[in-house]
């Protein structure tokens, strides 16, 4: 095999050094030509994945529909997500990609998995729920069996049903919740012109939500109702990012973080017995960036406790937060280091590359997550600026989870064809299709994620091929055990069979 490996490499060597001499002689060959149209099509992601007739004729049918809309007047993925969105969902491709099977969702964040309008329609017209509005012009909520005590920040508390009785007509007034718990505007540019406004809203958005999610009752209601919106996008399996935020009871009781992971552990059991396509949930312990070296060594001996107490869904440790104003990696190592010194592995699946600020500290977090061994990469926005990362992260199956709508609405691109995703895909990097955030950016799932790669950062050369390999990555680059991981691997399958052969 290795002779054979070399005799191939030897061959193309050899074959692209003649083209290069023919082509500087000033007569192509058109044959040659052919032959490196084919070689880099087989480089791309998908490009060597092997279709069916079934296949072959529901991507003739994508290919054709593409080609309309990238000759449309308004091209899509050119457009900010939030003007776009209402123009997507009339997207024959974005119909289809929402009936495809799409695998996992391996990047969300626990706060954001579950649409707002559910949050505001449903947890906020339940009984003993408090709201406050804050000097910041910010909202907090709270269900307590008592009014709940005035703070600093908030100096008055109100019950909602009380508020909303006082109100002809509480539409508006959901409306201007919803705005609240979500960044999504109709008028992005002027809301954020900058990183720093985005971001601002971005986490005081998390802060409200957090207040209604983190009630044990609501807790329990909104994973099963997160995972139900997952399995209704045509997702299989999820793997997400968590702070473990201590949930209380109506008294004011706070529950300690076993009591979540039970919870997670118990919801997940109850939601796959009674959707048995649904594979599982495994989640990624997160604590913030802003905190010091010793309280994120105190958080890695946790999440080793946590993954030894709870190991069928305890995946890891990630650090998460604005990369751009918190710590790098770097400043961690010790803490970091701690497992590899106790002799004990704790998988790493590190946010690193969410940035635009080329040379400084935080850039070189590419390089210091591939040195920790993470697992996958978080955003790897960055990844095309460092070439030994994008070389190492490819020869050692580090895929890179990437995120369209986030990395466009926090304004790190605003045209997706520019994306960098675009070079990794026309390499064949290891990646995935995630949505970050979905909530915040007025998304369930992945669908809209899938859109944007699809026939934005993909381009023409994205085919049902590129689909069916990024919905197969999705198991395969999984924290799943390797038993599981075939047995997904194979439901996927079935349910993937099933859709071509309903609509090719």
Not at 73 to 99: D, G, M, N, V, W
Not at 188 to 214: H, N, R
Not at 417 to 442: T, Y
Not at 486 to 494: I, K, N, P, V
Request: hydrophobic fraction near 40%; include cysteine.
């Amino acid at each position: 095999t290795s002779i054979g490996s070399i005799a191939a490499g030897f061959f193309f060597a050899f074959f692209v050094v003649m083209c290069c001499l023919t082509v500087c002689s000033g007569t192509p060959d058109p044959s040659q030509r052919e032959v490196m149209i084919r070689q880099e099509v087989s480089r791309q992601t998908g490009g060597s994945v092997q279709l069916t007739g079934a296949e072959q004729r529901l991507d003739w049918h994508l290919n054709k529909l593409k080609k309309q809309e990238i000759a449309a007047e308004q091209f899509l993925p050119a457009t900010h997500f939030f003007k776009a969105r209402p123009l997507i969902q009339k997207s024959p491709i974005f119909s289809l990609l929402q009936k495809m099977p799409k695998g996992a969702a391996l990047h969300i964040h626990s706060s954001s998995l579950v649409s707002v309008d559910w949050l505001v329609k449903n947890i906020t017209y339940r009984p003993n729920c408090y709201i406050c509005f804050t000097w910041g012009r910010s909202l907090r909520f709270l269900f307590s069996s008592r009014h709940p005590f005035p703070s600093w920040d908030c100096p008055y508390w109100r019950l909602l049903k009380t508020l909303r009785g006082n109100m002809p007509d509480p539409t508006d007034f959901d409306h201007s919740l919803m705005r609240n718990l979500t960044l999504f505007t109709e008028d992005p540019d002027t809301a954020y012109p900058s990183q720093d406004a985005v971001w601002e809203k971005f986490e005081t958005a998390f802060l409200a939500i957090s207040g209604l999610v983190t009630y044990a009752p609501v807790f329990r209601d909104f994973l099963y109702k997160g995972l139900e919106q997952l399995l209704h996008d045509n997702i299989m399996y999820l793997e997400v990012r968590t702070g473990l935020s201590r949930t209380y009871e109506l008294d004011g009781s706070i529950h300690d973080k076993s009591w979540s992971l039970r919870t997670y552990q118990e919801v997940t059991r109850q939601f796959v017995a009674e959707h048995p396509d649904f594979l599982g949930v495994r989640l990624i312990i997160s604590v913030h960036r802003a905190l010091s070296v010793s309280e994120v060594k105190a958080a890695v001996k946790e999440a080793i406790q946590m993954q030894k107490d709870f190991p069928e869904i305890v995946a890891g440790f990630d650090l998460v937060g604005r990369e751009d104003r918190g710590r790098p990696l770097w400043f961690f190592k010790d803490a970091l280091s701690l497992p590899a010194e106790l002799g004990i592995k704790l998988p790493y699946f590190f946010h690193a590359g969410e940035t635009d600020l080329e040379g400084t500290e935080v850039d070189e977090n590419i390089l210091d997550a591939l040195l920790f061994n993470t697992q996958r990469i978080g955003h790897g926005y960055a990844l095309t600026h460092h070439p030994l990362a994008k070389e190492l992260s490819k020869k050692g199956n580090v895929a890179v989870e990437v995120c369209p709508i986030s990395n466009q609405v926090l304004k790190l691109v605003s045209d997706l064809r520019n994306h960098p995703a675009a070079v990794l895909m026309s390499e064949g990097h290891p990646m995935v299709v995630s949505s970050d955030d979905p909530s915040l950016f007025g998304t369930t799932g992945l669908s809209y994620d899938f859109y944007e790669m699809f026939v934005g950062i993909g381009g023409l050369r994205a085919n049902l091929g590129t689909l069916k390999e990024l919905a197969i990555n999705s198991l395969r680059y999984s924290s799943l055990p390797p038993q599981l991981k075939e047995r997904g691997l194979s439901m996927w399958q079935r349910t993937w069979d099933k859709f071509i052969a309903e609509n090719s």
